[in-house]
């Protein structure tokens, strides 16, 4: 299974965070500091913007590694993503990502099959 694809079923492999530490892109943290710091209304540094994955071992962005509620719960429970939870279908947190991302779902149910056939 793809580790770079989180709990929720996001591909880290397509976030900037992600991309601007893999590459060490010190303009491509600068940009993405200041685009989230505009859409989440809270001050995001360069410095703030570096991640591995959010199943890797390594840095995570502090949201991932202490606050994201889904990234908790599946550790919690020791599943390796949400598409092993029995639970998936009812989740309203990870129902917020696949609303915004649908393809999220698509990722969540192939690691699970995946999963299955390991």
């Not at 908790?72 to 599943?79: D, F, I, N, P, S």
């Not at 192939?110 to 056939?117: E, K, L, T, Y």
Request: charged share 30%; aromatic share 6%; proline share 3%.
């Amino acid at each position: 299974m793809n580790e770079l694809i989180a709990f929720c079923g996001l591909d880290c492999q397509e976030c900037d965070a992600y991309i601007a530490t893999a590459n060490n892109d010190d303009a491509l943290r600068e940009k993405t500091a200041k685009a989230w710091s505009e859409l989440y209304n809270s001050p995001i540094k360069p410095d703030d913007i570096n991640c591995e994955g959010c199943r890797c071992d390594g840095v995570k962005l502090i949201y991932c590694e202490k606050y994201c509620e889904i990234r908790q719960c599946a550790r919690k429970r020791a599943m390796s993503t949400c598409g092993d939870c029995k639970e998936l279908d009812s989740c309203q947190k990870v129902a917020a990502i696949i609303e915004h991302n649908p393809d999220a779902l698509k990722k969540l149910k192939a690691c699970a099959i995946v999963q299955v056939q390991t």
